[in-house]
């Protein structure tokens, strides 16, 4: 037995340090009285208020609840479709399958991005570079000032700020061939708008109805215009740049006479110089 006063002695140290032991024992909550909390998120305590204790496991989630996954694609070419409308280039339906209207935008983004002009299958390089693509380049300096540059080989048209940005793509049709009915290359200039449907009389439509919608002249009868028939993805028109109406009613606002046009490219070759070899 130990003395009286070793004792006391003993008992003054113990006491403190259970009481210290029972004030600060980690506190566990009830899962169930913390709903705002989600199961699997820990917060880390600031190094003032750390404690020597192991923290403990964070419960597992519940089968009735599980965590969200992010969904992955299987399928790069819809991506690259939607990728492309983003980007605010023509690419028609976004369905997953690679048409001539896919092939059509995908040549744009080559063509506004420097590389040869083509509506061939696009390769992994270039998917790649359309999926981190985030917005259109500006275009090379010796083009400010133009307002619309057609590109023949891939059948759109460029509208511009004259400062060198791309504010919309637009689907066109142009010239059939490369004889009386090409849309001739070169830069020209806007030199007459006709607020109305307008009778060609070169090519006067078969059923006596005007068949130019708001036409806006750039080259001696060569003219922007609506049609009333399905805008194709191939040149089918006499040497205007054709346009769906609802357009051509947003173009008519954009051009003005004097305002610059550059007309490149060819259809009919299997690649060519992007942006008219001035990229």
């Known amino acids: 037995m130990l003395p009286a006063a070793t004792w006391f ?32 998120t820990s917060t880390s305590p600031s190094p003032s208020e750390s404690s020597p204790e192991p923290t403990e496991p964070a419960p597992e989630v519940s089968p009735t609840q599980p965590t969200p996954t992010p969904t ?4 790069p070419t819809l991506d690259m479709e939607t990728q492309l409308r983003a980007l605010g280039l023509p690419t028609g339906e976004v369905d997953g399958e690679v048409d001539a209207r896919t092939r059509r935008a995908v040549c744009a983004f080559r ?24 917005e259109i380049p500006l275009l090379p300096r010796r083009l400010f000032g133009v ?5 023949l080989t891939c059948q759109t048209t460029y509208v ?19 004889g009386i009915h090409a849309t001739r290359t070169g830069f020209k200039r806007v030199y007459w708008k006709y607020n109305a ?12 109805r005007p068949g130019l919608y708001r036409p806006i002249y750039f080259d001696r009868g060569i003219a922007f215009h609506g049609v009333r028939h399905p805008v194709r993805t191939k040149p089918q028109s006499h040497g205007c740049v054709r346009t769906w109406p609802k357009h051509q009613d947003w173009l008519w606002k954009q051009l003005k006479v004097r305002d610059r046009v550059f007309v490149y490219g060819n259809y009919w070759r299997n690649a060519t110089a ?5 990229a």
Do not use: C, H
């Open 160 to 178: 511009t700020n004259n400062n060198g940005v791309v504010v919309r793509v637009l689907p066109v049709s142009t010239g059939k061939d490369l």
């Open 111 to 134: 063509d506004l991005n420097g590389l040869r002009a083509t509506r061939k299958q696009p390769g992994d390089a270039v998917m790649t570079q359309i999926a981190e693509a985030q």
């Open 147 to 151: 307002k619309a540059l057609v590109s």
């Open 72 to 75: 992955v694609s299987t399928n």
């Open 274 to 278: 992007a942006l008219g070899g001035y």
């Open 197 to 208: 449907w307008q009778a060609s009389t070169l090519f006067p439509e078969p059923d006596g």
């Open 9 to 40: 002695t003993a008992a003054a140290l113990v006491v403190p340090v259970a009481v210290a032991a029972l004030s600060s024992g980690p506190v566990s909550a009830d899962p169930a009285e913390s709903p705002s909390e989600s199961p699997s």
